[in-house]
C-alpha cells in the first residue's frame, strides 16, 4: 500500500495507533498538504460547504465531484488523495458508483477511508423504532399461546415504508443470484423467518402422489416438481393461511437447496404444489425441507413475521429493544461499485444491510477492500469481475445471503493470470440463503491466490474454485459443510484442463457433512492434476479426495482421525450411463473449449489422455472403443497419517496411488497431543526428533497458517467484533 498516511500499529516510541491517526487529521485541518486537499464527508455535514475536516460534505457523491474536479486541476500528488469519512450512519438509497474517472494512480490511490473515533457505517437498510405490543384480537389468536405477550408488531407506514412485498422468490441452487428480500436484523444478527419446524430442525417429505415419479439416473425414483409432494402429520392445519408461506428444502439431493413459494396446500391431503418457476430436479422421499415465513409459527426468539397485506411486521425479539438497533434491509444494489476504475482503496469502513453485495468491483486494476466490515447482506459481500490485481485485504465477512468474496480474472485463453488476491481476512457464515455452491471464496479464471483466512461455520463449502494456477494457501477451515452433504471444505470437478493449481499449507479441521458426508480438499468428477501439499488434516471425514481423477499429488501432508486419509476411485470407468455420459461427452467436449495447444505445452500431462480420447486432429476414440480414463499417476508421497490411512475403490486399483516413504502410525511426536476437540494448528508442529525427517519430510510452516494480527486488522477491528 502506498499511501503513506496510513498508520499501523505502534511506531517505535510506542506511540498508539489513535493517536497518530488524530495527529494525521489534525495536520489536515487546513485542508492542504504539498498545494493539494484530502476532502471530508460527515453526517452532519452539508454538500454547500467545501468539504474540509472543519466543514465536511454531507454526501459521497459531493466528495467524488470534488475529487474529479481537484484532479482536472493537476495531477494527484504522491502518496494520492483521501476522502476522510467522518465516524456515523450513512444510509444510502442507491448505489455510489465509481468509474475511471474516478480513478488514482500507481503510487498516488484515491482513497476512501473511514476515521477513527467509532464506526463509520454504510446502511442499505432502515433502522426501526416504534414497536407496540400486538393488540388486534385475529392476530393475537393466531400466536402461539406461550410467546403471544411478547411478540412485537410494527406498522411499517410509520417508518416511511410504503412498499410492503417482501421481495421473497426462489433462489437456490441452479437459479441465478438475485437481491434477497428484506431482511430484519438484531444487534448486528440476521434474525429467521417464522418457521416450522424452527432452526436445527427439518420435515422429511413422506412422498409424492403415483402418478408423478421418475427416474433419478441413479436407479432412483424421484417425484416430478410439477406434481409436488406429500408431507407427514397434521401441523398445518393449525395455520389459518397458507398466502406467502414458502418451503426450503434439499428435494432430491444433500447438495442442492432451493426455496419455493407454496402454490397450494391441500391439508386433508397432505400435498404441497410448489409454483412455478420449479427447481432442477424433483421431490425424492425422505430429503429435508421446512415451511417459512409462517405466522403460526412465531414462537422462537428472534422469529419475525411479514404480513405484505397489512404493512404490519411481528417480531419476537430476543432480547431487550432498547438494547440493540433493529435494522430492516431495503437497497436492492450494491452499497458500492467500482465500474473501469483503477487504483482506489476503500479502508475502514462497515457495509451492511443491502439486499443485493457490499462491493462490486468490475474492470481497472489495482483496486483494494481493506480492513472492511462487510455483514449481513443479501448476496456476497465483494464481487470481482474481470480486470488485474485487485485485492480484498484484512476483512471481516459475516453472514452473507450468497458468497463472500468472489473473484474472476484471468484469461484462459492465453493463461494469463488475474492477480487477484484475498488475504487475511475472516468469514463466517456464509451462504445463510443459497447455502449451496456459494463458498466464503470464489476462485474463476486464471492466477487468483486466497492466502492466511479463517473460514468456518459455511453449510456448504468454504472455498470453490475452477480454472488454472490458483493458490489456496495458509488457509484454516474450520466447521463447514455443516447442513450439506458431498461436499468439500476446498472443492473443484468436472473438468480435466484445471490444471496448475496449489493447495498448499492449509488447516482443515472439524468438518461436518449430512448423507454422502464431506470431504476435505475434493477433487471431484475427474478433475486433476492439483499439487495438494503441507496441509493439515485434523477431523476430517474424507480428507484428500480423489475422485476419479489423475496427475495428482499429495504430498507432505499431516492426517490426524481422518476416515480415510487419501481415497481414490474410479468413477471415470464406470459403465453407466450417468458417468459414462460424464467422462465420454462432457469431459472430452472441455477440452475441445481451451487452446489445447498451449495447454499441453504448460501441462505435458494432458498429453496421456490421448491414449483414451484419441490425438487432436486425428480419429477420435468413440463409442464401444471408448473404455473410460482410469486414475492414473497419483503421486502420494512423504505424508504423515495417524489414523485411517487409505482407501482404493469402485474401478480404481492400487497401483493408481503410487505411494512412497509415507509415515503411518501412532503420533510421530506432535508438539503437543491432539485430542478430539478443536487445537491450534501450532500443536502439529514436529519434534525436531521426529522419525519423519529421515523420509524426506519437510517442515510445514505452521505459525504463518490463518489470520494475522498485523497493523490493519488492529487498527480496524478495535471498535467492532464480529
Not at 498516511?5 to 495527529?23: E, F, L
Not at 494525521?24 to 455535514?45: K, R, S
Not at 457490499?358 to 481493506?370: F, K, Q, T
Amino acid at each position: 500500500m502506498s499511501d503513506t498516511r496510513g498508520v499501523r500499529g505502534r511506531d517505535r516510541k510506542g506511540a498508539s495507533t489513535a493517536a497518530r491517526w488524530v495527529a494525521v487529521v489534525a495536520a489536515l485541518v487546513g485542508g492542504m498538504h504539498g498545494g493539494w486537499a484530502d476532502f471530508f464527508v460527515a453526517p452532519n455535514g452539508s454538500d454547500s460547504h467545501p468539504g474540509t475536516a472543519d466543514r465536511p460534505f454531507a454526501t459521497f457523491e459531493a466528495a467524488r465531484e470534488a475529487v474529479r474536479a481537484a484532479k482536472r486541476d493537476g495531477p494527484l500528488p504522491v502518496g494520492g488523495l483521501t476522502v476522510w469519512i467522518k465516524p456515523g450512519d450513512y444510509v444510502r438509497t442507491s448505489t455510489l458508483e465509481l468509474t475511471a474517472a474516478d480513478s488514482g494512480l500507481p503510487g498516488a490511490p484515491v482513497v476512501w477511508s473511514g476515521m477513527p473515533g467509532g464506526r463509520t457505517r454504510w446502511l442499505g437498510g432502515r433502522l426501526l423504532q416504534g414497536f407496540q405490543p400486538v393488540s388486534d384480537p385475529g392476530l393475537r389468536a393466531r400466536l402461539p399461546d406461550s410467546v403471544r405477550d411478547q411478540v412485537r408488531i410494527l406498522d411499517l407506514r410509520t417508518v416511511g415504508l410504503t412498499h410492503f412485498g417482501m421481495s421473497m422468490t426462489s433462489r437456490g441452487f441452479g437459479r441465478s443470484t438475485v437481491p434477497a428480500h428484506r431482511e430484519l436484523f438484531f444487534g448486528g444478527r440476521p434474525m429467521p423467518l417464522a418457521r416450522w419446524p424452527n432452526e436445527g430442525s427439518f420435515e422429511k417429505i413422506a412422498g409424492f402422489p403415483d402418478d408423478a415419479g421418475m427416474g433419478d439416473s441413479h436407479g432412483g425414483k424421484i417425484g416430478r416438481l410439477e406434481g409436488g409432494f406429500l408431507y407427514a402429520g397434521d401441523r398445518p392445519k393449525r395455520w389459518k393461511s397458507s398466502g406467502e408461506i414458502w418451503v426450503h428444502g434439499y428435494w432430491a439431493w444433500d447438495w442442492a437447496n432451493s426455496y419455493e413459494r407454496i402454490e397450494s396446500l391441500d391439508v386433508e391431503k397432505r400435498w404441497i404444489k410448489t409454483a412455478t418457476p420449479h427447481g432442477l430436479y424433483g421431490f425424492r422421499s425422505g430429503q429435508r425441507f421446512y415451511f417459512l415465513n409462517v405466522l403460526e409459527e412465531l414462537d422462537a426468539p428472534g422469529e419475525w413475521h411479514w404480513d405484505s397485506a397489512s404493512g404490519s411486521l411481528l417480531f419476537l425479539p430476543p432480547g431487550p429493544l432498547e438494547s440493540s438497533e433493529v435494522l430492516l434491509s431495503v437497497l436492492d444494489k450494491p452499497l458500492l461499485r467500482l465500474d473501469g476504475a483503477s487504483h482506489v482503496v476503500v479502508r475502514g469502513l462497515d457495509l451492511e444491510a443491502t439486499r443485493a453485495s457490499g462491493v462490486e468491483i468490475r474492470g481497472g486494476a489495482s483496486n483494494r477492500v481493506e480492513g472492511c466490515l462487510v455483514r449481513n447482506v443479501g448476496n456476497h459481500g465483494v464481487v470481482v469481475d474481470g480486470g488485474r490485481g485487485h485485492a480484498v485485504v484484512a476483512c471481516d465477512v459475516l453472514d452473507t445471503g450468497d458468497a463472500g468474496v468472489t473473484l474472476a480474472g484471468g484469461d484462459r485463453a492465453t493463461l494469463v493470470a488475474g492477480a487477484h488476491q484475498v488475504e487475511n481476512c475472516h468469514f463466517r457464515r456464509q451462504g445463510r440463503w443459497s447455502k449451496c455452491y456459494v463458498p466464503a471464496v470464489l476462485l474463476q479464471g486464471v492466477g487468483m491466490r486466497v492466502a492466511g483466512c479463517l473460514i468456518e461455520d459455511h453449510p456448504h463449502c468454504g472455498i470453490l474454485y475452477s480454472g488454472n494456477d490458483h493458490r489456496i494457501e495458509f488457509n484454516e477451515i474450520r466447521r463447514v459443510a455443516l447442513e450439506t452433504g458431498d461436499v468439500g471444505a476446498i472443492y473443484t470437478g468436472r473438468d480435466y484442463s484445471f490444471r496448475g493449481n496449489q493447495i498448499r499449507h492449509n488447516y482443515l479441521h472439524h468438518t461436518g457433512g449430512v448423507g454422502m458426508g464431506s470431504m476435505g480438499v475434493y477433487m471431484d468428477d475427474c478433475v486433476s492434476g492439483t499439487e495438494i501439499y503441507g496441509n493439515v488434516f485434523h477431523k476430517v471425514q474424507r480428507a484428500a479426495f480423489l475422485g476419479g481423477g489423475r496427475d495428482h499429488v499429495v504430498a507432505n501432508n499431516i492426517f490426524v482421525d481422518c476416515d480415510h486419509a487419501v481415497e481414490l476411485d474410479g468413477r471415470g470407468l464406470d459403465r453407466s450411463p450417468v458417468w459414462r455420459e460424464m467422462v465420454q461427452t462432457t469431459m472430452r467436449q472441455r477440452l475441445t473449449e481451451v487452446p489445447l495447444a498451449l495447454f499441453r505445452e504448460r501441462y505435458p500431462a494432458l498429453r496421456d489422455l490421448d491414449r483414451f480420447y484419441g490425438a487432436p486432429g486425428g480419429a477420435p476414440i468413440d463409442g464401444d472403443r471408448f473404455q473410460g480414463v482410469p486414475p492414473e499417476n497419483n503421486r502420494v508421497s512423504r505424508n504423515v497419517c495417524v489414523g485411517k490411512w487409505t482407501k482404493v475403490y469402485w474401478h480404481a486399483q492400487p497401483e493408481h496411488l503410487l505411494l512412497r516413504d509415507n509415515w503411518v502410525g501412532v503420533d510421530p511426536g506432535f508438539a503437543r497431543p491432539i485430542g478430539g476437540g478443536e487445537v491450534p494448528v501450532t500443536d502439529f508442529a514436529l519434534q525436531p526428533d521426529s522419525p519423519v525427517w529421515k523420509l524426506g519430510f519437510e517442515k510445514i510452516p505452521v505459525d504463518r497458517i490463518g489470520l494475522r494480527d498485523d497493523g490493519l486488522r488492529r487498527e480496524w477491528r478495535r471498535e467492532r467484533q464480529p
